[in-house]
């Protein structure tokens, strides 16, 4: 398994256990940055001292705050839009380059649903 892989993995299991997700703020905005091919990704962190790291480490990310989401809101309300608005949603990205995958909002929502639901797929 990649080092993506493995923090993809991390990223279910502690999501579902700790319920909260954190992401990044720049001037009261949330960030979405451009991916070389166009596409633009949000990053989530499954927890914040992983989102610290990058922070820290990441001189395009220093000074950003750090926020957190609870898991309902997040798979109901802001997973939903960014699928509607097309944008990946960036797991647990880590290193100096703050890298890692960067999934469609609906196969993380899918990651999260209840056992024995259906995926609900446009």
Known sequence: MSIAGAHAAAFRREVSTDRQVWTLLEDDSYIAPHKPDGTRAMPFWSKGSRAKLVVDQVAAYHGLTIVSFALEPWLTDLLPWLAEQS???GVNWSGERAL???VP????LDWFA???ADAQHD
């Open 87 to 89: 944008v990946l949603v």
């Open 100 to 102: 890692g995958y960067d």
């Open 105 to 108: 909002a609906q196969d993380v």
């Open 114 to 116: 209840p056992p024995g």
